[in-house]
Antibody, heavy 120, light 111 residues
Framework: QVQLQESGPGLVKPSETLSLTCTVSGGSVSSSSYYWSWIRQPPGKGLEWIAY???????NYNPSLKSRVTISVDTSNNQFSLKLSSVTAADTAVYYC????????????WGQGTLVTVSS | QSVLTQPPSVSGAPGQRVTISCTGS?????????VHWYQQLPGTAPKLLIY???NRPSGVPDRFSGSKSGTSASLAITGLQAEDEADYYCQSYDSRMSGYVFGTGTKVTVL
């Protein structure tokens, strides 16, 4: 079955850019059946979708984050990435990469999550 | 920012039945988009529990069931067990956001 693994710095300074990569194994990011997505969860709070992308490059962003977010899919390395600019303490969260069903938008596979703390 | 509203907490004794509601609007559940449910055990990633309103992925016990009506959906847990103590989230697509949204989350406590 598909497995997803997040990687990237666990500590980012305020005003800098958060960058994370998700490596997919047991499945292909080039599949036409799925979107590839990032979701975050601040400590003790609920889930928030950040962005999702189709392998073709078609993307959708949460309107509340759209001005600061970029998602991209790298089919050659079977990975996808997230960049979130101008971070503040409010961006401190566990960041999950995930696979989302193309027709129903169900999140059927999740990475284990990585805690990113924004602090100087 | 959640557009799907859930009760913060529900509780029940072992063996009892509990239900969790998920209230949306005409731009998400009421527009006919599917509702999905997730279980998040402490310190772990969420897990898909119900998809397409009422379908269980392989391996999910039939004690869990989902339904949808109008602008709302519900998750029912029958024969509550200690291992069911977790946070539960509903999720659907929202046309106003052009993306999927999660519910506010419900903590289930087994008394």
């Amino acid at each position: 079955q598909v497995q997803l693994q997040e990687s990237g710095p666990g500590l980012v300074k305020p005003s800098e850019t958060l960058s994370l990569t998700c490596t997919v194994s047991g499945g292909s990011v080039s599949s036409s059946s799925y979107y590839w997505s990032w979701i975050r969860q601040p400590p003790g709070k609920g889930l928030e979708w950040i962005a999702y992308s189709f392998y073709s490059g078609s993307t959708n962003y949460n309107p509340s984050l759209k001005s600061r977010v970029t998602i991209s899919v790298d089919t050659s390395n079977n990975q996808f990435s997230l960049k979130l600019s101008s971070v503040t303490a409010a961006d401190t969260a566990v960041y999950y990469c995930a696979r989302v069903g193309y027709s129903g938008y169900e999140v059927d596979s999740w990475g284990q999550g990585t805690l990113v703390t924004v602090s100087s | 920012q959640s557009v799907l509203t859930q009760p913060p907490s529900v509780s029940g004794a072992p063996g009892q039945r509990v239900t969790i509601s998920c209230t949306g609007s005409s731009s998400n559940i009421g527009a006919g988009y599917d509702v999905h449910w997730y279980q998040q055990l402490p310190g772990t990633a969420p897990k898909l529990l119900i998809y397409g309103n009422s379908n269980r992925p392989s391996g999910v016990p039939d004690r869990f069931s989902g339904s949808k009506s109008g602008t709302s959906a519900s998750l029912a847990i029958t024969g509550l067990q200690a291992e069911d103590e977790a946070d539960y989230y509903c999720q659907s697509y929202d046309s106003r956001m052009s993306g999927y949204v999660f519910g506010t989350g419900t903590k289930v406590t087994v008394l």
